[in-house]
Structure formats: C-alpha cells, structure tokens
C-alpha cells in the first residue's frame, strides 16, 4: 500500500512540475525521454542499458532542442 501511494506521489510530482515549462524545455525533455528509453531498449539487446539510455539520452536531448530550434525559425512557436 505504502509503495503504490510513493509511486503516485512521484508521478504527481513530475507531472505538475512540467507545466510551466517553455516550449523549448519541453520539446528538449521529450526529446531526452524518448531517447533515453529507445537507448535503453538497444542498449540492453547489445548488453549495457545503462550506457544505451545515457547516450541515448543525450542525442534524444540535442535533437529535441535542436528541432525546436529549426521550429522557431520556420515561424512557429
């Protein structure tokens, strides 16, 4: 029961902690959590999930910002 009531608190938290986040820190969160879980996956087939969700991770990060970026310049918010 204490576990369940932890898990929700957590995820409460995190949920209401992105909503005044910048279209930037968003669209560069989502990048690194996608990344992240898409490194893990290939990471734990080839035998690290830890160095896959790392590195996955920050590329995730990079390109997220990265197309926000190109988003802006193309006019768009």
Do not use: H, N
């Not at 209401?16 to 690194?32: A, D, E, I, K």
């Not at 734990?44 to 920050?58: D, E, K, L, Q």
Request: overall charge positive; aromatic content about 6%.
């Amino acid at each position: 029961m204490k576990q369940a009531a932890s898990v929700i608190m957590v995820v409460a938290l995190l949920v209401g902690g992105c909503s005044g986040m910048s279209t930037t820190q968003q669209r560069t969160l989502s990048g690194g959590a996608i990344g992240a879980s898409s490194g893990a996956l290939i990471g734990w087939a080839a035998g690290s999930p830890a160095a896959g969700a790392a590195i996955g991770g920050g590329a995730g990060m990079l390109g997220g910002f990265l197309y926000d970026q190109f988003e802006k310049y193309r006019g768009r918010p």
